[in-house]
C-alpha cells in the first residue's frame, strides 16, 4: 500500500488526498504537525524529503517522491484526468508550473502567515501586501483563461484544475476576495461538485 507524508492543514497536501480519492486508490496517511516541526527532523530529512517539506508520496517499492505537482502527475498517468500526449499534456503542466511560480508562492504564502499566525513586523506586513498584490494578478490570469470554459485544459478536469483549485478555494483565508471574479467562482463550484469530491481537511479514508 502507498503512503502519502502529510497534514490536513496543508492545501499542497490536499491536491494528492483530492486526487486519491477521485482516483480511489487505498493508501495510508502518515499525519505531521507541522507548528511542531515535525518535517524538520534528523530523521524526516534523511528518510523521507531532504527538503524537509510535505506531501511525500512513498510509493509500494519504497520510493519517496515529493513535490505535489509531480506526485499528481505520477498518479494521474494513465487515467482520464491527465491527457495522453500532445499539447494538452503540455497544457496541463503550464498551468501547473503556473500554480507553483505564480500563485502558490503569493495565495498560499499569504494564508500560512495567517493561519500560523505570523508575527506581522513592518517587513512581513510589507511583503503580505505584495504577495497580496501578487496573488491578485494570478487571479485575473485565472479569470481571464477561464471565460467561456469550464475548466483549464480542453474542457474537461484535469489535475490541472485540482493544482489550482488546493488554493484558490481557500484564498478568503489569505485575506483575498474572490468577489471580483465571477468565472473563478465558478469554476470552484464546478470542481466541487466532481465525483468522489472531499473537502481540503477531510481525510478520505475516514469520509
Not at 512581513?124 to 505584495?130: F, S, V
Amino acid at each position: 500500500m502507498i503512503r502519502l507524508h502529510d497534514s490536513l492543514s496543508s492545501g499542497n497536501g490536499y491536491k494528492v488526498r483530492l486526487l486519491l480519492a477521485q482516483l480511489g486508490v487505498t493508501f495510508e496517511r502518515i499525519e505531521y504537525d507541522l507548528e511542531k516541526g515535525e518535517t524538520r527532523t534528523p530523521g524526516f530529512f534523511e528518510k523521507v524529503n531532504s527538503n524537509g517539506r510535505i506531501p511525500v508520496l512513498e510509493t509500494e517499492g519504497g520510493e519517496f517522491l515529493p513535490e505535489s505537482n509531480a506526485i499528481l502527475f505520477y498518479l494521474a498517468d494513465g487515467t482520464p484526468l491527465l491527457p495522453d500526449g500532445g499539447l494538452e499534456r503540455a497544457r496541463v503542466l503550464q498551468w501547473m508550473f503556473f500554480e507553483q511560480y505564480s500563485h502558490e508562492p503569493n495565495i498560499a504564502v499569504a494564508r500560512s502567515w495567517i493561519m500560523h499566525r505570523v508575527e506581522m513586523t513592518d517587513e512581513h506586513r510589507a511583503a503580505l501586501e505584495q504577495k497580496r498584490a501578487l496573488g491578485y494578478d494570478a487571479l485575473a490570469v485565472m479569470e481571464r483563461h477561464l471565460e467561456g470554459r469550464g475548466f483549464f485544459v480542453g474542457e474537461r478536469y484535469s489535475i490541472a484544475d485540482i493544482a489550482l483549485y488546493a488554493y484558490t478555494h481557500v484564498a478568503d483565508e489569505g485575506g483575498f476576495d474572490l468577489g471580483a471574479f465571477p468565472e473563478i467562482r465558478a469554476w470552484l463550484e464546478r470542481v466541487a461538485a466532481q465525483p468522489e469530491y472531499i473537502s481540503i481537511t477531510q481525510d478520505p479514508r475516514r469520509s
